[in-house]
């Protein structure tokens, strides 16, 4: 008998009665003559391995840490490709509203009180420049413009990179190592695709018909058509259906295939990567998941949408903006008042996860003076969640700290997006004041729920069913609001 042949079967039988062993759950070590074991190298004698497929189990826990590592780029993505798939649009058209937003624009944590201007583009073709209108007796804009990955890249209007002067703004790609031409404000992008969403705010005495003429002054179109730009396409979709809201089954891999196969891949990022690599998810590769994989993605896409609903269910105390009331702010930032989540030593993916999931296009930094504060009611003034097919009100005080306007949204807690109900109401606002019944004192008091309460359906948002999250925005908040020495009083259960 030749080595080959005394090994072969030895191993083989080797193999076998580890195996046998491991069924048990147990394997002894063939070597241990005197009773002596390894310091570590193995489990605690008695151990069972709870993994029946670990295939499908590695691949569940890449795919539900995916959806969290890409929630912001999910997001953001989401709305380029519902604008090319249900719109028609192409990059470089611009989307510009002709009324205040209804259900329709079915998007995370969305306004109805001033109308929206979105567009996307694409910097692998070339910088592109955005014109920007001066800020004025006409108008003004304010919003921001986010790369892939939803980082914010230029703020804009009076407190923005454009001063509210207007200008052309020049998005350069992240390989970019020409020369910006003089008369641009230039704003260089770390990812190639680029998207904005801006307000437009009717001036004094204007309407919204105005801010809507006042948005069509935007132009955008590439730098290399800048000697004859081409006219400006724009979309109005104020009466048609904009489905921007991520998808929470195995299509949110497909757009993360979408997003990875384009945009460059940051260092702190090759580690998912490379996990994701195991469910098909390869740069410069076709989208190629195989049955385990489609298994995984849906039942880890719907498992990370019930956590970070479970997140906020369970809000951190410390978080909230009152010690004493049940409101969180839209903002959650990090510890360095940006939305970044990056520190030195890591990157906090459940805290970015949980922001990007009910809100999109933050500003750069939160200063201590924001123009915008938005307050969202967790629970009622006895700490108890808001439940669906339940009716609550709030006292709105007379004198809110605000130097614009305050606006109460009620949004499904589900999807942080508009409820369909047939008024279309998702808002009420400092601007219907008129038109409401008042209390003794000024204030008004709103009701949220599925049935107006008796002659008062012009203090009534309804909510069809649904669980509410209610919203106010506060847009030129005062001292008294950022300071925290005004307190908003919190919902109350009326039935």
């Known amino acids: 008998m030749n080595r080959r042949e005394f090994f072969l079967p030895t191993a083989t039988g080797a193999l076998a009665s580890i195996y046998a062993a491991s069924q048990t759950g147990f394997v002894a070590s063939a070597m241990a003559q005197d009773g002596r074991e390894p310091l570590g190298g193995q489990p605690p004698p008695g151990s069972t391995c709870s993994i029946k497929d670990f295939d499908y189990q590695i691949k569940y826990q890449r795919a539900f840490e995916g959806v969290l590592w890409c929630m912001q780029a999910s997001a953001i993505y989401a709305f380029r490709r519902a604008a090319f798939a249900d719109l028609g649009m192409k990059d470089n058209d611009i989307i510009a509203y002709s009324a205040t937003a209804t259900p329709k624009l079915e998007a995370i944590t969305a306004n109805s009180t001033t109308p929206y201007i979105t567009a996307f583009t694409d910097l692998r073709k070339g910088p592109a420049v955005l014109e920007l209108p001066v800020a004025g007796p006409d108008g003004s804009l304010y919003g921001q413009v986010v790369d892939a990955w939803q980082l914010t890249i230029a703020d804009v ?85 904009y489905p921007t809201l991520p998808f929470y089954d195995e299509r949110l891999f497909e757009d993360m295939h979408a997003i990875v196969s384009v945009e460059p891949v940051k260092e702190h990022d090759k580690v998912m990567m490379g996990m994701i690599k195991s469910l098909g998810i390869e740069k410069g590769k076709p989208f190629a998941p195989d049955a385990t994989a489609k298994r995984a993605m849906r039942q880890a896409a719907i498992d990370a949408w019930y956590f970070t609903q479970s997140w906020y269910d369970n809000f951190p105390a410390n978080k909230l903006y009152w010690p004493d009331r049940h409101y969180a702010s839209l903002l959650q930032t990090d510890d360095n008042r940006t939305f970044t989540f990056t520190y030195d030593d890591r990157i906090d993916l459940i805290e970015r996860a949980a922001e990007y999931f009910w809100c999109t296009y933050m500003p750069k930094m939160l200063t201590d003076n924001p ?42 807690r589900a999807t942080c997006s508009f409820i369909y109900s047939n008024s279309n109401r998702t808002t009420l606002s400092s601007f219907d004041l008129d038109k409401m019944k008042k209390n003794p004192d000024g204030g008004v008091t709103i009701y949220t729920g599925p049935k107006a309460p008796d002659g008062l359906e012009a203090n009534w948002i309804p909510t069809a069913g649904k669980r509410p999250l209610p919203a106010m925005r506060c847009y030129g908040p005062m001292e008294a609001l950022n300071n925290k020495t005004f307190k908003l009083p919190d919902f109350e259960l009326v039935g």
Not at 383 to 412: H, S
């Open 157 to 241: 209007g009076p407190t923005g990179l454009d001063k509210g002067q207007g200008g052309k703004l020049l998005f350069t790609p992240p390989d970019f190592k020409g020369n910006v031409p003089n008369g641009y404000i230039h704003v260089p992008s770390p990812n190639y695709r680029v998207a904005f969403a801006f307000r437009s705010i009717p001036a004094p005495g204007k309407t919204t018909t105005d801010a809507y003429q006042y948005a069509k002054r935007l132009r955008m179109y590439y730098l290399s058509e800048a000697g004859n730009p081409p006219q400006q396409k724009f979309v109005d979709p104020a009466n048609e259906r």
């Open 371 to 412: 123009g915008t504060q938005y307050f969202m009611a967790l629970a009622d003034n006895n700490g108890k969640r808001l439940e669906a097919g339940k009716t609550y009100k709030i006292d709105v005080p007379k004198d809110m700290p605000v130097r614009q306007f305050w606006a109460l949204t009620v949004y499904d």
